[in-house]
Antibody
Framework: EVQLVESGGGLVKPGGSLRLSCAAS????????MNWVRQAPGKGLEWVSS????????YYTDSVKGRFTISRDNAKNSLFLQMNSLRAEDTAVYYC???????????????WGQGTMVTVSS | DIVMTQSPDSLAVSLGERATINCKSS????????????LAWYQQKPGQPPKLLIY???TRESGVPDRFSGSGSGTDFTLTISSLQAEDVAVYYC???????????FGPGTKVDIK
């Protein structure tokens, strides 16, 4: 079964750090670009970051540039999001998402994890 | 950056009736070299992750009931649920995946309820 499982969420104080992980299974992880998408409580979906299959290309939404770092370990079928200098507005459920791949770097997301909650509060 | 808008914000439809959701992009998401619209639709139920329904504006994802259909091109798109079922109560999002560099912008969502 194709699956993504996120972990690492929790409660952190403003200015703190957190590292999210996403474990992939059931598909050849190393051949897919991967993404992080977040959803603040009661709000819509916001794409956060993308990483290409070999980590050559990395992209971020403007609001997290310089604070978040996406990475992956293809040997361990894992995706990561290092989040530093966290702010209250980073409070959200964070999903990892796999693209269909049929559009290369530009594809819809067909596989999503269940998400991990990050709460930034003092 | 491409901005996505949706209308209406919410709608209530009787069981078995048609539901129509509109999505508009601030610039065309049609790539002329392959004639594909880089536009997807997702369904999200409470407490669940989004589920891909439609991609390339009109291609139904495997396993998605055929009462869901997508149409449109360029900047204007529509998701139609031809005969609303109880299990279709959800929030529906459109998403563009055209931008270079990638930005994968989502619309604000449309909530669908039973009248």
């Amino acid at each position: 079964e194709v699956q993504l499982v996120e972990s690492g969420g929790g409660l952190v104080k403003p200015g703190g750090s957190l590292r999210l992980s996403c474990a992939a299974s059931g598909f050849t992880f190393s051949t897919y670009n991967m993404n992080w998408v977040r959803q603040a409580p009661g709000k819509g979906l916001e794409w956060v970051s993308s990483i290409s299959s070999s980590s050559t290309y990395i992209y971020y939404t403007d609001s997290v540039k310089g604070r978040f770092t996406i990475s992956r370990d293809n040997a361990k079928n894992s995706l990561f999001l290092q989040m530093n200098s966290l702010r209250a507005e980073d409070t959200a459920v964070y999903y990892c998402a796999r693209p269909t791949g049929d559009g290369g770097s530009y594809s819809a997301f067909d596989i999503w994890g269940q998400g991990t909650m990050v709460t930034v509060s003092s | 950056d491409i901005v996505m808008t949706q209308s209406p914000d919410s709608l209530a439809v009787s069981l078995g009736e048609r539901a129509t959701i509109n999505c508009k992009s601030s610039q065309s998401v049609l790539y002329s070299s392959n004639n594909k619209n880089y536009l997807a639709w997702y369904q999200q139920k409470p407490g669940q992750p989004p589920k891909l329904l439609i991609y390339w504006a009109s291609t139904r994802e495997s396993g998605v009931p055929d009462r869901f259909s997508g149409s449109g091109s360029g900047t204007d798109f529509t998701l139609t649920i031809s005969s609303l079922q109880a299990e279709d109560v959800a929030v529906y999002y459109c998403q563009q995946y055209y931008s270079t560099p990638p930005s994968f912008t989502f619309g604000p969502g449309t909530k669908v309820d039973i009248k």
